[in-house]
């Protein structure tokens, strides 16, 4: 059974430092790991996508995740976070067997500070 | 390429009421799925349709059902609104095809109050 845990449900950061947004999943097989991105009372934006080719990944906004299979991690980073990054992350798995189902974890509520 | 679309945006019912909410997919992606966002349960999974056909459901009571139509468009429906109904009703199409990325797109959802 699929599973996803992001372990911190808020993180604030001050503008211009890092961002690290914790993501573990469970699966039996191999997963598809997705990060998406929802500002307050907008529908969620995808930033990223891991579907078994590089373990780095590149997103927009100069996001990226690193796909640890050792950890079952898939941690979203960023150098230099922006104001304009607040707002509610979500960590998805998926087992891409043919019917994709999506297990989407509890969500980490970004603050910037000024 | 216009993106996801859901009508209404907004919408107050009283209990006991019922509600439908409308899903225009992106063009070509025959793949619909809802979800319902709340604070307390955060997205939960409620079903995904496909060519007409519900292909997957989530652990909702029958009261929340749903129906696509041949041009992909896709209703869901709530009977017997409760007030625990209250929560962001979001829909995410997807283009299952060869070029598959298993990218959900989603609109901007439908909050619905239950008064």
């Known amino acids: 059974a699929q599973s996803v845990t992001q372990l911190d449900s808020h993180v604030s950061v001050s503008e211009g430092t890092p961002v690290l947004l914790r993501c573990n999943y469970s699966s039996s097989y191999s997963p598809s790991l997705f990060w998406y991105v929802q500002h307050p009372n907008k529908g969620l934006q995808l930033l990223l996508k891991y579907t078994s080719a590089a373990t780095l990944v590149k997103g927009i906004n100069g996001f990226e995740a690193e796909f640890k299979k050792s950890e079952t991690s898939f941690h979203l980073t960023k150098p230099s976070a922006h104001m304009s990054d607040a707002a509610e992350y979500f960590c998805v798995v998926s087992e891409s067997s043919g019917t994709y189902k999506y297990i989407f974890g509890t969500g980490t509520r970004l603050k910037v500070l000024a | 390429k216009a993106g996801v679309t859901q009508t209404p945006r907004y919408l107050i019912k009283t209990r006991g009421q019922q509600v439908t909410l409308s899903c225009s997919p992106i063009s070509g992606h025959r793949s619909v799925s809802w979800y319902q966002q709340t604070p307390g349960q955060g997205l939960q999974f409620l079903f995904e349709?496909?060519?007409?056909?519900?292909?997957n459901k989530g652990n909702f009571p029958g009261r929340f059902s749903g129906r696509q139509f041949s041009n992909s468009r896709s209703e869901m429906n709530v009977s017997t609104l409760e007030l625990g109904d209250s929560a962001l009703y979001l829909c995410?199409?997807?283009?299952?095809?060869?070029?598959?990325?298993?990218?959900?797109?989603f609109g901007e959802g439908s909050r619905l109050t239950v008064l």
């Open positions: 995410a199409s997807r283009y299952p095809g060869t070029r598959d990325t298993g990218e959900l797109f």
């Open positions: 349709y496909f060519s007409e056909t519900q292909r």
